[in-house]
């Protein structure tokens, strides 16, 4: 009976000990569903040096990538897009007149194209230009509504629901 009690006693004082424990601990979608304010990160031109090497050592430059995280990351550590994003010209050039890109382009997604912001959703600042990409559409049969946009000034916000709204992933809007 004895041995029950102290058993029972044992398994309550670790469940709350682990319970409480994984509160203090944020997990990457949680993080995610942040508000935008609470995911900034510095753009690259402004993130110390050791920061950019250990962003480059995340990801490699070669890489081929079509996935939020990683294009965002690239975008963020390299200043340009994966090596895999081809403009609608250029798909246009192959014989692409929209949809996906596996019959002309195999391996390619669209991407680096101008985004005008005619909904004003997104911060305007003199001299400010964004561009977009498309996000998971490697082998896909339709482009789908996931994109990033760019700016050339370090800001980067993912979509999922095509310009509706953004979540900032990198940059200081109010720089």
Same mark, same amino acid.
């Given at each position: 009976?004895? /041995?029950?009690?102290?058993?029972? #006693?044992?398994?309550? /004082?670790?469940?709350?000990?682990?319970?409480?424990?994984?509160?203090?601990?944020?997990?990457?979608?949680?993080?995610?569903?942040?508000?935008?304010?609470?995911?900034?990160?510095?753009?690259?031109?402004?993130?110390?040096?050791?920061?950019?090497?250990?962003?480059?050592?995340?990801?490699?430059?070669?890489?081929?990538? *079509?996935?939020?995280?990683?294009?965002?990351?690239?975008?963020?550590?390299?200043?340009? #897009?994966?090596?895999?994003?081809?403009?609608?010209?250029?798909?246009?050039?192959?014989?692409?007149?929209?949809?996906?890109?596996?019959?002309?382009?195999?391996?390619?997604? &669209?991407?680096? *194209?101008?985004?005008?912001?005619?909904?004003? #959703?997104?911060?305007?600042?003199?001299?400010?230009?964004?561009?977009?990409?498309? &996000?998971?559409?490697?082998?896909?049969?339709?482009?789908?509504?996931?994109?990033? &946009?760019?700016?050339?000034?370090?800001? &980067?916000?993912?979509?999922?629901?095509?310009?509706?709204? /953004?979540? #900032?992933?990198?940059? *200081?809007?109010?720089?």
């Amino acid at each position: 009976m004895r /041995f029950k009690r102290i058993t029972a #006693l044992l398994l309550a /004082f670790l469940a709350v000990f682990v319970f409480s424990a994984c509160s203090r601990f944020k997990t990457k979608s949680s993080q995610q569903n942040a508000s935008p304010s609470a995911t900034l990160s510095p753009t690259a031109s402004e993130a110390p040096a050791s920061k950019q090497k250990e962003d480059k050592a995340k990801i490699d430059e070669n890489g081929v990538y *079509d996935s939020k995280d990683d294009v965002a990351l690239y975008i963020h550590t390299y200043g340009r #897009l994966p090596k895999n994003y081809i403009s609608k010209k250029e798909a246009e050039a192959l014989g692409w007149q929209g949809g996906s890109l596996n019959e002309y382009a195999p391996g390619k997604c &669209i991407g680096g *194209d101008r985004f005008g912001n005619y909904e004003g #959703l997104l911060p305007k600042k003199n001299g400010r230009k964004y561009q977009e990409c498309d &996000i998971d559409t490697l082998g896909k049969k339709k482009r789908g509504t996931k994109r990033i &946009i760019y700016s050339n000034d370090g800001l &980067i916000y993912y979509t999922d629901d095509h310009y509706e709204s /953004f979540t #900032l992933l990198y940059g *200081d809007e109010q720089k």
